[in-house]
């Protein structure tokens, strides 16, 4: 289902984009050569607010112990979230890295 630019609602069954969205959307990573990568990425509000309530989820009490979250900044659980998230993928049916 593809959203307008405004997000007001379903405008069709076709798993598309606005073009004007889907022409702002894009994730650069960027190599560090020391085990990590950085990155940047746009993504639409819709989307956003659904990668923001699953990492928030993610950091929520049941996964991050008090003692972690006192000496965790942030950014740092929100990464970390991040990377459980991605983490959780792999058993719902995508590839395996490189295949």
């Known amino acids: 289902m593809s959203y307008t630019a405004a997000h007001r609602g379903p405008v069709s069954t076709e798993p598309k984009l606005c073009s004007a969205t889907a022409r702002s959307t894009y994730l650069h990573l960027t190599d560090n050569w020391d085990g990590t990568h950085a990155g940047r990425f746009r993504i639409p509000t819709l989307h956003a607010?659904?990668?923001?309530?699953?990492?928030?989820?993610?950091?929520?009490?049941?996964?991050?112990?008090?003692?972690?979250?006192?000496?965790?900044s942030r950014p740092e659980l929100m990464g970390e979230a991040l990377c459980r998230l991605l983490e959780w993928l792999r058993p719902i049916g995508c590839p395996a890295p490189g295949a």
């Open 49 to 72: 607010a659904m990668l923001r309530k699953a990492l928030h989820a993610l950091v929520a009490p049941t996964y991050v112990t008090p003692e972690e979250r006192a000496h965790t």
